[in-house]
């Protein structure tokens, strides 16, 4: 067996480490019982050292160097083996101690996150958080060393390859410089024109249940392989081959659950849709976090906010729900599921005033990692910053730092990539549209397949065989910029 | 650091994969869609894998040697020692390529089981099972040429430390000698009395599901520890501090879920019940098998199907049903669930034909085992069996040889547990009713803190600290016998 082979082995045997860890991890958000969660937190953390154990082998990186050093490799495995040593090298760079550490430090914080998050009590969770905090600046340092890049790029590249602030930066200025003025314009426009009308509750949410699986059948969710599930945070997760989605249900409104769903949907499609041959292998990964989120954006936002969708979803709702009345046409919905409308809860937020809410965790976890914001700062900091960039005044911290599990969860670098995801949507959407004509009349008729169809060949089936940008220069032909987004959004919210 | 703590290290370390395997695992038997089936036999492999790679490590012999020279350990540690090295002994005697190929096989068996199961198809089993056979076979001659012990023994052991062939065949034959007679004469008296009243479904499942939780409750069962769920063959599974008890519910009929969530609890509250400061060590785990059924057989059998049991249950079972009348009376809910009647399902038996089901498992399974049966001819031995022992034609074999999971499981010499677990259950009943006199009239108030008491301190919290045998002798004073288990059905069945 050539080096490369062994290699091949040695990462599907790390595949299946990381599905076991992916299914302990949706279990622990949606079934655990919680006087298990230390027990399961000394799972995680043994699983994750185990591969670290793995990546940071000797003979793994005399094999990486044996393989480099053969090559004769096609394209696919080329790009494997370039993926091979880039989890090495970051792997490599922390100590296994330190990945136990930071493991059980955030199966502790999350539980207690959960309860903080309840009683709207930081101070609980605060020492749970700074002792993260801790441990992520620790190993953004260390990566950094390893890898040339400052701690916070560090961190951000694990979770997005080759993204970087000094991409992030301009990107996030040129929104900075035009969305403020975009949303006073957009309010206007609501202003002036008649309110929608609202949609009476209760919504039985077994019903709820229901219809989001008919829509996750449409989107071409295969259930064979997959689950669709409640938690507190909606989130995709499992593992290869058992893509699990989850949701929470409310009586009052149906419709952040079928949003939800939707969006988790287009996270699972890329996820069911890598490509088959090399779903055990690094190279079949999906490429980042900010393409990942553009696959649930072109699901929840660019297709099913559209004028063409609503008139397919309008007489599903009726149907299910035994409602008729003008509320319920697919001009109501559609104007409904469009107000731009800025509030606390960043999960909930419309995508113009969206963007506002990863600003503020960007400019705060930067801050964080780079150790000019204290734990005990955070909260202040959170709600002046909301204050600023939506005018927002921040009653309790459960409407404020205290929503999100990212930070609890050690995810240091993972926010930018939502409206980063966001601008990668509205440039493939636009692409996918140029391609397939036909995409409305489709979408209007619940039929998902083109647009599908199209984003299997030109995101999912790629894996990691491509960068980030050249991906997109392959598909939309040019690199990730804001045009395609600025452009979405004046045509939906400022009527051009 | 001395050996032993390096080895206490270690364990601890093993337990929590252990832990991770048991919650894929109930996964895998209650949520996991089909497609996944691969790619979780693939994690469990290897989470087994990586186990036996660090009991066999060459440090962890290193480690067991000097400990076992060093000495100087209280009983509790020195137990704690001597689980490891049997741990290790067993580990160390089967390579790991054999432990990883039997793992995937038992996997896709599973799998095809539940499918040749429903449509009563042998065939499609077989291919199957004569793979997990032909590995349980070599598993078996390495650990016996390992433990000088035959094969059967030796996979035995795996299951019930200590247990041998030469244990079990006099039980058994002194079962044999008078069994039969007992059965024969329980269903002349039965055929004399009135036929118990039926009870008229259906029976809502939530009610059902209600009513197992209310029940649990009662029993003691820890749920910020554990959860109550749904599979198509009732276990009790999950990781420490996460017990995970299945159910099946029947419309039809509520007294099998009920009856299996009383059997499920027994099993967990040993599970709940170790020695809390050895939960992560060996000898902090049950004894074996044979006392882990003995506690689900005590809590189902003995307690449950005491008339005692029924004066507190009729009400509860009238009040969740919404019914009332005759057939509801405590009498009657007791005469229906002492029925004796030859069926084809074990785990649908009553206790005094139970047994039957064992002797023709164990007989079989030797056999196999023994090479002296090969997987083709298992049908008609299983079917011819059955005639023999209960009198029954088999019809087809859904009901037959293809209605347990535990041969396609690799689960070769763990049904004589059964049996052996249903002596000790009466052994330990007697002793316990001796202890405490008070104990029926606790049972018909629906208060089992006095016999969770009593097993608590005789049963649960010993552990591994004593073998099987050394435990009877110290909570009922002999070792494992027939005597008790006769008394018991004789006075229940023959109006002793």
């Known amino acids: 067996m050539t ?62 160097a044996a393989a480099e050093r053969q090559g004769g490799l096609d394209a696919w495995n080329a790009a494997n083996l370039r993926e091979m040593r880039r989890a090495q090298a970051h792997a490599g760079a922390v100590p296994r101690d330190l990945v136990e550490a930071s493991s059980r430090a955030v199966s502790r914080s999350e539980m207690v996150w959960r309860e903080a998050r309840r009683d709207s009590d930081f101070a609980r969770l605060a020492p749970y958080l700074a002792e993260v905090l801790r441990l992520q600046r620790e190993i953004g340092q260390a990566k950094g ?21 000094a991409v992030i930066d301009p990107l996030f200025a040129d929104l900075t410089s035009w969305l403020p003025d975009l949303i006073a314009r957009a309010r206007e426009i609501q202003a002036a024109r008649p309110a929608p009308l609202p949609l009476a509750g209760p919504f039985d949410t077994g019903t709820q249940r229901a219809l989001g699986l008919k829509l996750m059948t449409a989107l071409g969710f295969d259930f064979t ?22 949701t929470r249900y409310d009586e009052a409104d149906f419709g952040r659950a079928l949003m939800g769903v939707l969006h988790e949907t287009g996270h699972a499609l890329y996820e069911q849709g890598r490509p088959a041959a090399w779903r055990h292998q690094p190279v079949g990964a999906a490429r980042g976090m900010s393409l990942h989120e553009s696959q649930s954006l072109i699901v929840e936002m660019q297709a099913c906010r559209s004028r063409a969708f609503f008139t397919y979803l309008a007489p599903l709702l009726r149907e299910a729900f035994g409602r008729s009345g003008p509320e319920w046409s697919p001009e109501n919905l559609h104007a409904l599921n469009t107000q731009v409308r800025p509030g606390f809860i960043r999960v909930d937020a419309d995508e113009a005033t969206y963007p506002a809410h990863i600003l503020l965790r960007y400019r705060l976890e930067t801050a964080m990692i780079a150790g000019d914001l204290a734990i005990a700062d955070l909260p202040d900091a959170f709600n002046e910053g909301l204050r600023d960039l939506l005018g927002l005044t921040v009653p309790e911290d459960r409407l404020g730092c205290l929503q999100d599990i990212h930070w609890p969860s050690g995810a240091f670098g993972y926010f930018p990539t939502y409206t980063l995801g966001a601008l990668a949507a509205a440039q493939l959407f636009r692409a996918a549209q140029a391609a397939e004509p036909a995409l409305p009349g489709c979408l209007a008729a619940g039929d998902f397949a083109p647009l599908r169809t199209w984003l299997r060949a030109n995101v999912h089936e790629v894996g990691s065989l491509l960068g980030t940008d050249d991906l997109l220069v392959r598909a939309t032909g040019a690199p990730l910029g804001t045009a395609a987004f600025r452009a979405h959004l004046e045509g939906r919210y400022l009527g051009g």
């Open 225 to 246: 392989r997959g689950r669709l599930d409640i938690s507190l945070h909606p989130f995709c997760g499992g593992a290869t081959d058992d893509v699990r989605i989850t």
């Open 3 to 64: 080096a490369y082979q062994t290699l091949e082995q040695r990462f599907s045997r790390l595949a299946a480490l990381e599905g076991a860890a992916g299914i302990l991890g949706w279990d622990a958000q949606t079934l655990m019982p919680d006087g298990a969660a230390e027990a399961r937190g000394d799972q995680l953390a043994i699983l994750r050292g185990l591969a670290h154990e793995i990546l940071t082998a000797p003979e793994t990186r005399d094999e990486l």
């Open 145 to 165: 060393a390893a890898l040339g890049l400052d701690p916070y790029d560090a961190l951000l590249d694990s979770y997005d390859p080759g993204m970087r602030r």
